[in-house]
C-alpha cells in the first residue's frame, strides 16, 4: 500500500517523506547507543545474573569448556573472546543482538499484519514500550539467553500460524539455540491449528487449572521426576515457589487489551492484530503448565516481550491522528530512554 502512495506523491512530499524517514532512523540509532551503553556498562552488582555471565566470560577460553549454556550463546560467547573484546564489549555485544531480534521480529509482525504505518514508526512504537517495560529490563541483564531467544519465539510462532514452514524451523532453530526453553514454546505451536475460538477454550481451562493449582497436582501425581526437574530447577531462597495468580491474571490482561481497543483500532488491522493474540495465547501455555515453579516468571518472558509489540501494533494503527504521529510516538521513545535508565541503574525487573 505504500509502494502505491509513493507512486502519486509529488517530488515534495517525497523529499518530505524521506527527510522524516532519516530523522526517525537517526532517533533510534541514538536510543539504540544510549540503552548499549547503559547496559554495557552497567555495574556487576546490577543484575542478578550480571556477574554469572562476567565470570563465565572470563574462563570460557579454558579447555576443556564444561558448560549448561547452549551451544549458539557458547559460540557467540567465543567469537568474542577470541577477539579481543572486553567486558563491557561483551555485554554491549549482547544487548546490540538482543536489539537485532526486535528489528527481525518488528519486521516480521509488521509484515504479518500487513501494516500500513512506516515500519521506522512501529519499530519506534515497539522500542519504546520495550524499554519501559521491567520484563525488557529482564531480557537485558538477568535472562540474557532467554532474552536473546524470546521474540524470536514470538516470530517462529507467526510463521508456524501462516503455515510458513522453513521460516518456522529456522527462527525456532536459532531461539533454541540461543536457550533451550524455546523448545517448550515451539512443543506447544500445534495448538495454533485450532480455531481462534477454539483456543481460547483451551486456555481458559489452562487457566483455571492453573489458578487452581490443579494441573500442579497433575504434574506432581502422573510424573513426579518431571516435577522434580521443574520444582529443582533455578531453586532458591529468595523467590517461592507455588501458583501465581496476579502473574496468570497480568498475563492474560494483555490477550483481552487488543478486544477491548478494537473500536479504536482502523478496521482493516484490527483481524491482523487480533490473530496475532492467540500466537500470544500459546506462548502462555508453557506457564500454565509449569508457572508453579521457582521463577515462574520466566516462563511468562516471550509472551511478555511480545505484548510490547501489540501494544506498539494497537498505538501504530489508532483512530485516533495524533496517537498514531510519528511526532508523538518518537517524544514518547525518548521518554522511554529516561525510564529505561532509572530501571537499570536500580536493577528494576519482573
Not at 500442579?216 to 531453586?235: D, R
Request: net charge positive; hydrophobic share 55%; with cysteine.
Amino acid at each position: 500500500m505504500s509502494v502505491q502512495l509513493a507512486a502519486f506523491q509529488s517530488p515534495t512530499q517525497v523529499a518530505r517523506s524521506t527527510a522524516e524517514n532519516a530523522v526517525a532512523a537517526f532517533l533510534l540509532l541514538a536510543v539504540a547507543a544510549f540503552a548499549t551503553w547503559l547496559v554495557a556498562t552497567r555495574p556487576l552488582e546490577i543484575g542478578t545474573d550480571t556477574k554469572i555471565y562476567a565470570d563465565f566470560y572470563a574462563g570460557v577460553m579454558q579447555q576443556p569448556l564444561e558448560t549448561r549454556l547452549e551451544p549458539g550463546f557458547v559460540a557467540i560467547t567465543l567469537f568474542l573472546k577470541k577477539m579481543g573484546v572486553g567486558l563491557v564489549g561483551y555485554q554491549a555485544a549482547l544487548f546490540t543482538l538482543l536489539l537485532a531480534t526486535v528489528v527481525v521480529s518488528t519486521r516480521e509482525y509488521y509484515r504479518y499484519m500487513g501494516a500500513a504505518c512506516r515500519y521506522v514508526t512501529f519499530l519506534g512504537a515497539s522500542l519504546m514500550f520495550l524499554l519501559l517495560s521491567p520484563i525488557f529490563v529482564n531480557a537485558s541483564i538477568n535472562a540474557i539467553r532467554q532474552g536473546l531467544s524470546a521474540l524470536l519465539v514470538f516470530t517462529a510462532l507467526m510463521a508456524f500460524q501462516r503455515r510458513e514452514w522453513w521460516r518456522f524451523l529456522l527462527i525456532g532453530t536459532a531461539a533454541s539455540m540461543l536457550h533451550y526453553s524455546a523448545l517448550l514454546y515451539i512443543a506447544f505451536a500445534p495448538a495454533l491449528f485450532l480455531r481462534p475460538r477454539q483456543l481460547a477454550g483451551v486456555a481458559a481451562i489452562a487457566l483455571l487449572l492453573y489458578c487452581s493449582g490443579t494441573t500442579m497436582y497433575l504434574v506432581k501425581s502422573l510424573s513426579p521426576q518431571l516435577y522434580t526437574i521443574v520444582m529443582e530447577y533455578a531453586q532458591n531462597h529468595y523467590f517461592s515457589p507455588g501458583v501465581r495468580v496476579d502473574f496468570a491474571m497480568f498475563s492474560i490482561a494483555w490477550y483481552v487489551l487488543p478486544f477491548a481497543l478494537a473500536p479504536m483500532i482502523e478496521a482493516p488491522y484490527r483481524d491482523g492484530i487480533k490473530r496475532s493474540t492467540s500466537v500470544y495465547l500459546v506462548m502462555l501455555l508453557p506457564f500454565f503448565m509449569f508457572g508453579w515453579g521457582y521463577f515462574s516468571n520466566r516462563y511468562l518472558l516471550p509472551a511478555w516481550q511480545a505484548a510490547s509489540l501489540m501494544l506498539a501494533a494497537v498505538l501504530c494503527h489508532s483512530r485516533m491522528p495524533l496517537l498514531r504521529s510519528a511526532p508523538v510516538i518518537q517524544c514518547g521513545l525518548i521518554m522511554a530512554c529516561g525510564v529505561f535508565y532509572y530501571y537499570i541503574s536500580k536493577g528494576i525487573v519482573i
